[in-house]
């Protein structure tokens, strides 16, 4: 069987002529039904581009992108996305936003089969209490649940994640890093998560592939497999010397990639024409007949002789 996800030589840019960047290059990847895989690279290197690839939001220049060995075409609820913002209706509840995804996958469903399988859904999230409550009315955590949860009931075969926790708090992230690994043990769905954190890509990833910058667009590089043991206690995991090894070699990538990437820029720079004002002469001259400063290139050579005593 083919891989339930295969890009193969994929490039991508943006612009015309003179104005055109090449922002990715040569894509290859491969990922298998079940796999866990993050992908981590700088801002603006292109990763938000990449997930767009994948979901169908935009077609590659050259090279194809792949589901089940079928060219993607377009977006498809096999492929469910989760944005950076939360993407609500301010105006639903908690359940009414997850019904959105609902209605639209599963019509045939009854009002009963309907509220059973949100509600499923919305208390994998631990949102349960919080379920007839509008998006004003939940922290920015509780909305990125929703967010999770809506995409979830579509039950997409791949569930697509572009940096998800961004703009959540440190201890608010960690949490929810934890609760999405446990929810990806319960389904095993098939997870891209997309991110610029390493301890972030190493916790919750069984491969971390970096997205490198290059002087004509950004390409994969090398992945690093994540053999640690699950479930992962963050308090432990990040002490143990495998670990540490792993962040090191993968934050050793991206920076090595990165110092690559910058030009290199020569410039030759002049010395300025004027010459600094004598301040230990008198100025008897008023403001309107100060002279021009003086310059350079009209000094006038002088010889002096010099008697020897």
């Known amino acids: 069987m083919p891989p339930i996800l295969e890009i193969n030589s994929a490039a991508k840019g943006f612009g015309r002529g003179r104005d055109r960047s090449e922002v990715l290059r040569e894509l290859n990847l491969s990922v298998e039904e079940g796999d866990f895989v993050s992908i981590i690279g700088y801002s603006g290197t292109g990763k ?17 992108v792949k589901m089940d060995g079928a060219e993607i075409k377009g977006p498809g609820p096999e492929r469910g996305i989760v944005f950076q913002n939360y993407s ?41 209490p919080a379920s007839g409550k509008l998006p004003r009315e939940l922290s920015g955590g509780m909305r990125q649940r ?4 809506r995409t979830l009931a579509a039950n997409p075969r791949i569930l697509l994640l572009d940096e998800p926790l961004s703009a959540l708090d440190a201890l608010t992230r960690a949490t929810l890093q934890d609760e999405i690994a446990d929810i990806w043990q319960q389904n095993r769905t098939t997870v891209i998560w997309i991110t610029n954190d390493p301890d ?45 090894d792993l962040k090191l070699r993968l934050v050793n990538t991206l920076l090595g990639a990165k110092k690559d990437s910058t030009p290199l820029l020569t410039k030759k720079l002049s010395a300025p024409d004027i010459l600094p004002e004598d301040l230990g002469k008198k100025r008897d001259f008023s403001i309107f007949d100060r ?19």
């Open 48 to 64: 938000s581009t990449l997930i767009n690839l994948i979901a169908g939001l935009l077609k590659p220049d050259s090279g194809s």
């Open 88 to 128: 609500l209706l301010p105006w639903l509840t908690v359940t009414e936003n997850v019904r959105l995804a609902v209605d639209q996958i599963y019509p045939q469903l009854s009002e009963n089969e309907w509220a059973e399988h949100a509600a499923r859904y919305i208390d994998m999230v631990k949102l349960t």
């Open 146 to 149: 929703v967010s999770v949860a």
């Open 200 to 244: 972030e890509a190493l916790l919750v990833a069984d491969r971390v592939i970096p997205l490198l910058p290059g002087r004509e667009g950004a390409t994969l590089g090398d992945e690093i497999r994540v053999d640690l043991a699950r479930p992962r206690d963050r308090k432990q995991v990040l002490t143990t010397p495998e670990f540490k």
């Open 291 to 309: 002279p021009a400063p003086r310059r350079r290139s009209q000094l006038q050579r002088e010889e002096l002789q010099i008697e020897a005593s």
